[in-house]
């Protein structure tokens, strides 16, 4: 079975402080793992996905995360928080021969001026 | 960039009517998805279509619900007698494969608000 954990469910950081959203994964085969935002009143985006090539994979909007099989995470981080990057992160898992996505809860994040 | 497109944008009804949400995913994608988002909550599954039938469906997607592909481009989602609880925010979504590492395109969402 495949599912995503997604630890704490609102994050506040302040303008040019470390963003990091948390995602654990449980999954009985090598999973591909997605983290999309959704900015209000719009759908999902994706950010980037991990597809076991590299296991720090870096997305859009300065955004990059970081497969650990050990800890079976996949936490999205970033540098520097901006205003703009306010918005709700979802991640996501599936598997090579899946065709459906499991998303965890989601985490709010507010960007503090 | 091709994108999914859905219609409505948004559509208020009474409860018990019939509501049909249509998207249109991106050309050239086989594989199409309905989610839902129930407001403040997470993102849920409803069924995945292939070649014309359903692929797979989720324990929500109960015999109030059906899926059609009635030409080449468009995908619908009805719902046959609409309840409160199926106020959400539906999301359709494709892509160009199953499996793999190929990501799930999404439109922008068909928030039904019943009432």
């Known amino acids: 079975a495949q599912s995503v954990t997604q630890l704490g469910s609102h994050v506040s950081v302040s303008e040019g402080a470390l963003v990091l959203l948390r995602c654990n994964y449980s999954?009985?085969?090598?999973?591909?793992l997605f983290w999309y935002v959704q900015y209000p009143n719009q759908g999902l985006q994706l950010l980037l996905k991990?597809?076991?090539?590299?296991?720090l994979v870096k997305g859009i909007n300065g955004f990059e995360a970081e497969f650990k099989k050990s800890e079976t995470s996949f936490h999205l981080t970033k540098p520097s928080a901006h205003m703009s990057d306010a918005a709700e992160y979802f991640c996501?898992?599936?598997?090579?021969?899946?065709?459906?996505?499991?998303f965890g809860t989601g985490t709010s994040l507010t960007v503090i001026p | 960039e091709p994108e999914v497109t859905q219609t409505p944008s948004h559509q208020v009804t009474q409860m018990g009517q019939e509501v049909i949400l249509r998207c249109v995913p991106i050309?050239?994608?086989?594989?199409f998805y309905w989610y839902r988002q129930i407001l403040g909550q997470k993102v849920e599954f409803l069924v995945s279509?292939?070649?014309?039938?359903?692929?797979?469906k989720s324990e929500i997607f109960d015999d109030q619900f059906s899926v059609e592909r009635p030409d080449g481009s468009n995908f619908t989602l009805k719902i046959r007698s609409t309840k409160l609880e199926d106020s959400a925010m539906y999301f359709c979504?494709?892509?160009?494969?199953?499996?793999?590492?190929?990501?799930?395109?999404f439109g922008e969402g068909s928030r039904l608000t019943v009432l």
């Open positions: 979504a494709s892509r160009p494969t199953s499996g793999g590492a190929g990501e799930l395109f």
């Open positions: 999954s009985s085969v090598p999973p591909y």
């Open positions: 991990y597809t076991s090539a590299a296991t």
């Open positions: 996501a898992v599936t598997r090579n021969t899946g065709n459906q996505f499991y």
């Open positions: 050309s050239n994608h086989l594989y």
């Open positions: 279509f292939y070649n014309n039938e359903i692929s797979e």
